[in-house]
């Protein structure tokens, strides 16, 4: 018979997956990071998260799922090749049990449609394919044409700029609509964090921003890759990207993991110029419930 837990931990629930997400640690960058996020900064948890596995009869580890509020997009993670429905169906009503609602879900690519398939049978919500995208690693960086220029920490007197840049992020990157309000904050927070950086040009022009995020026990990833439309094509992105990914390298960590949208080419090939390798694709379902038709 499957077994199913809920944690109402993050140490808890780390404590029974770590071995198994770190096994391939890029791929699961996200659940791994998040859930380290929780466990570092326990004050900023204002809704309790979703954080539950899945067991076989003999208690093998069959499936993992990780929600936050108020993002609400469930992440998946499988470790059998082929999909296991009773188990999806098992996790699906434990969902609904709980009345926990899902704006989107992301995993492997049969495991991510098979689930959305399965929530739609059930909730009687309906679904559609957002982002098919790829996990990157890097774990050396390859040499780029040089451009002139050099990486620093973004400081706040770039924060309007920051901010506009987070909002133009969110609209070409992730089909969202950031309010100027929030991405001031973003912004303002991230700064103060020390985990966004610029690309500035000999005549100290801020071109292009990247951060980084996640971090996990050997590796972190890199985010909010963005230059104004007006400045691409110059190689201000790669030259960023990896200053960025040679520096967190140069601090210990042992790889650097980045999402791409595969819809982007352009995105991919530059990546991999540098020595961002394959993992994994996964895609990512937009959920939306009857009331929101």
Known sequence: MLGIV???????????????LEADEAANNLILGLCAGLIRSPEKITT??????????????????FMTSPVQKLLLYSTEAEVNQAALEILARNLLEQQLPI???????????????????ISGNR?????????????????TSPVAGRLRPASEAELNLISGWIVGFGREAL???????????????RIASNNLFVWETENKQVVTMAGTTRPTTNGIA???????????????????????????LDSGRQFC??????????????YQKMGY????????????????Q
């Not at 993991?257 to 530059?270: E, K, M, Y």
Request: charged share 15%; glycine share 4%; aromatic share 8%.
């Open 175 to 189: 089909s969202e609509h950031t309010p100027s309000e929030e991405a001031l904050y973003m912004a303002r927070a």
């Open 6 to 20: 809920n944690y109402a931990k993050a140490e808890d629930f780390l404590l029974r997956t770590q071995t198994i």
């Open 48 to 65: 309790p998260p979703y954080l539950t596995t899945m067991t076989d009869e003999a208690g093998k580890l069959l499936l993992v799922a």
């Open 257 to 270: 993991a980045l999402f791409t949208d595969l819809a982007n080419p352009t995105s991919n090939s530059i």
């Open 277 to 292: 390798q394959a993992v994994c694709d996964v895609d990512e379902y937009l959920i939306k419930s009857e009331v929101q």
């Open 103 to 121: 704006l989107s879900l992301l995993g492997s690519v049969v495991l991510a449609q098979t689930f959305a398939q399965i929530w739609a049978s």
């Open 127 to 143: 679904y559609h394919l957002g982002i098919h995208e790829r996990i990157y690693k890097l774990t050396e960086v390859i040499p």
């Open 222 to 248: 890199v985010n909010s890759v963005y230059t104004p439309p007006e400045l691409r094509g110059r190689g201000y992105a790669s030259a960023c990207v990896a200053a960025l990914s040679q520096l967190m």
